[in-house]
């Protein structure tokens, strides 16, 4: 059985004491970057990803030649000026940098096409706002259809690849954010089992088991099934056609709305269209 | 080649202005997505064409001229921007820091001048194209549009050097469009155009400026001559009438301005720039069927009937055809 992947803080005692799980590290600064992706690789452990949030436009951030060949997630506000982040595109194309936009700002939609364009990978970040879903769907279709190569456009080109009709799509893995297959820990090395339980200090342990023991308590077990509480709560989400791709993603967090669902079905059927279209070429890389 | 309009707004009002139909009919608020750049790029990279015209309207006037410009630069494109080089100063500026900054060879202006004299402009315009040309000379090659017989050349050989601009004049015939008036040049005038533009032989080889020929002059006004010199001048001439495909901000396409009006389509319809061509080829084809060029002697041309001459552009035959039946264009 796979061992779940743990997202960490880059705390260099908690890692030393981490055993055979993959790791996604968050860091909180950008030459903690390098550090980060040193000191995991130089224990023998597998790095994920090095996972940081910043606060200033994409355009801002100065790309350091010492990132190449790290694996880097990268949340920021917005792109920037076009003009402003010019110079660094080759430079952000040679790295392996995903680039985490926030949805719900419609200028968000076009940088990620523009940057797809030019190479660069790219994720939507769907907060609490409701996002433009008309301009989201033509973004999706770009994303799965687009007619020439271009750099992945999360969560989209993920869920084209991984979509099966037989299976739930579980896209929450393309932000490390998927009960079951990441657990969350904070300094003291709890254990949570998504960003928002750890935010809100729900935790389900108070320390990794050893990776011989499973984690196998109550708590765990009702955490990744919590979708199946939207039917139990007769939510919305539990009639929309849309459910198969979206699981509640988005109503579940108070959203649902005619606009969510119509998007959720046609990501559906375009996935659906990749998939019967069974094109060989690789849509993209997988972001794990 | 595409040209895309970035904007439909001008910031001139020439009085030739075989665009000014069409810019009259699009909404003032009428400018280039990114979504759109975005999807041309894309299928201009599918056809295999790396080459992009711009222009408007004033392209310049686009919000995010230089950060487009800058796009398809990084997409692998040559880029050749039509403006009219009049722009505010910090627009100048902006464009000037940015495109100093890149080869010639990758970019180029073509700047349309209007002589001051013959085509007064509002005060302050020519301020403003010299502080272009000041700015990006090098980068630039003039354009004149000749919409009158007794045109003058000597002021852009004057801007030529005074402002190292690039040794080359593209020379547009000024086209008649339907449905409004503008000055242009008629078919019985062209014969005196092309020897006053031989006139100035003199200028072009004193200071190495190459004539190139914009569309629709006739193979037969020429002498052999003359021929000899253009050929010798600038390695070839052309007598076609293209088409060329202009794309509005709203992806929609037709064959060049004088015949927007006429089968306007989407790009959206289309899988390849080459699809685009052979439809508007089929569609001048299918016009010359009827009316096969300027002059009476066009329909048993050889020239024309060996396809080394178009016999003048569609533009003039429209409009010509205009006179003998109401909108001819209805049969097509």
């Known amino acids: 059985m796979k061992l779940p992947t743990l997202v960490c803080p880059y705390n260099r005692a908690l890692l030393e004491g981490i ?69 660094q595109v080759p430079r952000i194309r040679d790295l392996r940098m995903h680039v985490y936009l926030p949805a ?11 940057l797809s364009s030019l190479g660069i990978t790219c994720c939507l970040v769907f907060g609490t706002a409701e996002p433009d879903w008309t301009a989201l769907s033509d973004l999706m279709a770009y994303a799965v259809f687009g007619p020439v190569p271009h750099a992945p456009i999360e969560p989209f080109g993920y869920i084209a690849r991984q979509y099966s009709p037989d299976a739930y799509t579980l896209w929450g893995s393309v932000y490390y954010d998927e009960p079951g297959e990441f657990l969350h820990l904070d300094g003291d090395g709890r254990v949570a089992l998504s960003s928002a339980a750890l935010l809100s200090g729900s935790y389900i342990a108070d320390h990794i088991p050893p990776a011989s023991e499973p984690l196998d308590t109550e708590d765990y077990r009702q955490g990744i099934t919590a979708w199946r509480h939207l039917f139990l709560a007769d939510h919305p989400c539990r009639a929309c056609e849309g459910w198969r791709i ?31 279209e069974n094109k060989t070429e690789p849509l993209q890389e997988d972001l794990s | 080649m595409a040209n895309l309009l970035l904007t439909t707004r001008c910031v001139r009002s020439c009085p030739y202005c075989f665009a000014r139909n069409e810019m009259a009919q699009s909404p003032q608020s009428d400018t280039v997505s990114w979504e759109n750049i975005i999807y041309l790029a894309d299928f201009l990279v599918r056809s295999g064409e790396h080459h992009i015209a711009l222009l408007g309207g004033e392209p310049t006037l686009h919000p995010h001229f230089v950060d487009i410009v800058l796009y398809l630069l990084e997409r692998g494109f040559h880029i050749t921007v039509f403006t009219s080089g009049v722009m505010s100063d910090e627009r100048l500026e902006d464009v000037a820091d940015h495109v100093t900054r890149i080869p010639p060879d990758r970019i180029q202006f ?63 015939l000024a086209s008649p469009i339907s449905q409004q008036e503008n000055l242009y040049i008629k078919s019985e005038d062209m014969k005196n155009v092309i020897d006053r533009l031989y006139s100035y032989r003199a200028l072009f080889e004193k200071l190495h400026v190459k004539p190139n020929l914009d569309c629709g ?29 202009d794309i509005k901000p709203n992806m929609d396409v037709y064959s060049c301005f004088p015949l927007s009006g006429i089968h306007k389509r989407s790009l959206f319809e289309f899988d390849s720039l080459q699809d685009v061509a052979a439809f508007y080829i089929d569609l001048h084809d299918r016009i010359r069927q009827d009316f096969p060029g300027v002059f009476a002697q066009c329909a048993t041309c050889t020239y024309r009937h060996d396809g080394r001459c178009s016999g003048g552009g569609v533009c003039h035959l429209l409009r010509d ?8 264009c209805m049969s097509l």
């Not at chain 1, 719900?104 to 096409?113: D, F, G, H, V, Y």
Request: one cysteine or more; charged letters at 20%; a negative charge.
């Open chain 2, 110 to 172: 073509v700047c349309n001048l209007n002589d001051p004299e013959q085509t007064p402009a509002p005060e302050g315009e020519l301020r403003r194209v010299e502080a272009f040309l000041t700015a990006l000379g090098p980068w630039t090659t003039p354009g004149f549009n000749i919409y009158r017989t007794d045109f003058s050349l000597d002021f852009i050989f004057h801007n030529i050097t005074r402002f190292g601009m690039q040794g080359l004049l593209r020379i547009g």
């Open chain 2, 321 to 328: 055809a205009a006179h003998e039946t109401p909108n001819p």
């Open chain 2, 217 to 245: 002059f006739p193979l037969c006004y020429f002498s052999d001559e003359q021929l000899g010199w253009f050929f010798r001048m600038s390695g070839g001439a052309n007598f076609g009438c293209g088409p060329a495909i």
């Open chain 1, 246 to 276: 979206c699981m509640g993603r988005f109503g579940a967090q108070g959203r649902h709305a005619p606009g969510c669902s119509r998007f959720a079905a046609d990501m559906l059927t375009e996935v659906e269209q990749y998939r019967t």
């Open chain 1, 19 to 87: 055993d055979r799980h993959d790791i996604v590290v968050r860091v909180e600064q950008l030459p903690d970057i390098t550090r980060a992706a040193h000191d995991i690789r130089s224990s023998g452990k597998n790095l994920i990803d090095v996972v940081i949030e910043v606060d200033q436009p994409l355009s801002d951030i100065p790309i350091q030649e010492d990132w190449h060949g790290i694996p880097i997630a990268l949340f920021t506000p917005e792109m920037g000026r076009f003009r402003d982040i010019a110079h």
């Open chain 1, 104 to 114: 719900e700002n419609p200028e968000n939609l076009t940088a990620c096409r523009i």
